[in-house]
């Protein structure tokens, strides 16, 4: 993971807190989700009911945190080795190999241009 996307996540700090006055009211939270078993066999999150915008907002603050805060998680993150890719994602694979976000985009684009070279160096 590139040194400067950990530098901007962490430089910030813990939020300031805020005046009672200056807080807005909330709603009461909604229930967490729960798990469900998808078709495939596989375990699905499910939320109570669907989620307008800020409460879509708040499922993804809400994941991103646990994310950040989860040392086992965070270890996980990786950044794309594709040429000029930003993305960064969370690598589930089975050996913790996974070396780009897409095999079909960006590991695609890594070994044609590997055989590119090879040919070139065969044609030499």
Request: with cysteine; charged share 25%.
């Given at each position: 993971?590139?040194?400067?996307?950990?530098?901007?996540?962490?430089?910030?700090?813990?939020?300031?807190?805020?005046?009672?006055?200056?807080?807005?009211?909330?709603?009461?939270?909604?229930?967490?989700?729960?798990?469900?078993?998808?078709?495939?066999?596989?375990?699905?999150?499910?939320?109570?009911?669907?989620?307008?915008?800020?409460?879509?907002?708040?499922?993804?603050?809400?994941?991103?945190?646990?994310?950040?805060?989860?040392?086992?998680?965070?270890?996980?993150?990786?950044?794309?080795?594709?040429?000029?890719?930003?993305?960064?994602?969370?690598?589930?694979s089975?050996?913790?190999?996974?070396?780009?976000?897409?095999?079909e985009?960006?590991?695609?684009?890594?070994?044609?241009?590997?055989?590119?070279?090879?040919?070139?160096?065969?044609?030499?």
């Amino acid at each position: 993971m590139s040194p400067s996307w950990s530098a901007v996540s962490w430089t910030r700090g813990p939020p300031t807190p805020r005046s009672p006055a200056s807080t807005p009211s909330r709603s009461p939270p909604r229930p967490p989700p729960w798990a469900v078993r998808a078709d495939d066999g596989s375990l699905r999150r499910r939320l109570h009911t669907p989620p307008g915008c800020p409460g879509l907002l708040a499922v993804i603050a809400r994941d991103a945190l646990e994310l950040l805060t989860d040392p086992v998680a965070r270890a996980s993150l990786r950044q794309c080795e594709g040429d000029n890719c930003p993305i960064v994602y969370l690598d589930t694979s089975r050996g913790r190999r996974r070396r780009w976000c897409s095999s079909e985009v960006c590991g695609n684009r890594e070994r044609v241009a590997r055989h590119r070279r090879r040919a070139a160096l065969a044609r030499a």
